[in-house]
């Protein structure tokens, strides 16, 4: 259960992070 949890909130994190590389680089 909790590396379920720890993967989920880890591909959150990157898309997050994705989203705002692609704004600073606009």
Partial sequence: MAR???IDTREEI???S???EAR???
């Fill in 4 to 6: 379920e949890q720890i």
């Fill in 18 to 20: 994705l989203l705002i």
């Fill in 14 to 16: 990157t898309e997050e």
């Fill in 24 to 26: 600073e680089r606009m």
